[in-house]
T-cell receptor
């Protein structure tokens, strides 16, 4: 079974631009979560999608948004980029159900640099 | 509010020595606990998990962790470290009252000296 695939692996943008990151979960997984990883803050939860619906949301500004498609693939969008948005963005998928027992499987991440 | 604390930002051990990485959590109910490892340029890989039952859990790569409710801790151990264990280690708590939302510690970076 293929793992979680995130594209692109690296991105360079300038302040004010917007960016879209993509995540393809493991086949059969319907839950996709997004995290922002920075050296100072560690991993911070952005949001989770399940069956095309946002089920949980972390404490991030509205510039961060996402969506999930019927095939469970998910995209994350960041508008009006700021320097502080430079980070590794990780996507994780899990099988289903609203349970914290569901193991999350992580992709390799997208490294976003904002200049 | 849920939180996870990993007190050690960086640890250096010699190859073959034992290892213990500390993790303390704050959560009102019995937590679901996880340890993940991240190698450079990679995503996170699950090492082990605790849901209930035996408080000593075994994971992959020879790692184990012990849940101590009285100390709100879930420390990761390995009796003999290998050079390939050098990586970043993250402790996480799954808050089962908020679905799939996980709270991660800030990580402990492990360096292994030959």
């Amino acid at each position: 079974k293929a793992g979680v695939t995130q594209t692109p692996r690296y991105l360079i943008k300038t302040r004010g631009q917007q960016v879209t990151l993509s995540c393809s979960p493991i086949s059969g997984h319907r839950s996709v979560s997004w995290y922002q990883q920075t050296p100072g803050q560690g991993l911070q939860f952005l949001f989770e999608y399940f069956s095309e619906t946002q089920r949980n949301k972390g404490n991030f500004p509205g510039r961060f948004s996402g969506r999930q498609f019927s095939n469970s693939r998910s995209e994350m969008n960041v508008s009006t980029l700021e320097l502080g948005d430079s980070a590794l963005y990780l996507c994780a998928s899990s099988s289903e159900g609203m349970s914290a027992k569901n193991i999350q499987y992580f992709g390799a991440g997208t490294r976003l640099s904002v200049l | 509010a849920q939180s996870v604390t990993q007190p050690d930002i960086h640890i250096t051990v010699s190859e073959g020595a034992s290892l213990e990485l500390r993790c303390n959590y704050s959560y009102g109910a019995t937590p679901y606990l996880f340890w993940y490892v991240q190698s450079p340029g990679q995503g996170l890989q699950l090492l082990l998990k605790y849901f209930s039952g035996d408080t000593l859990v075994q994971g992959i790569k020879g790692f184990e962790a012990e849940f101590k409710r009285s100390q709100s801790s879930f420390n990761l151990r390995k009796p003999s470290v290998h050079w390939s264990d050098a990586a970043e280690y993250f402790c996480a708590v799954g808050a089962h009252d908020t679905g799939n939302q996980f709270y991660f510690g800030t990580g402990t970076s492990l360096t292994v000296i030959p």
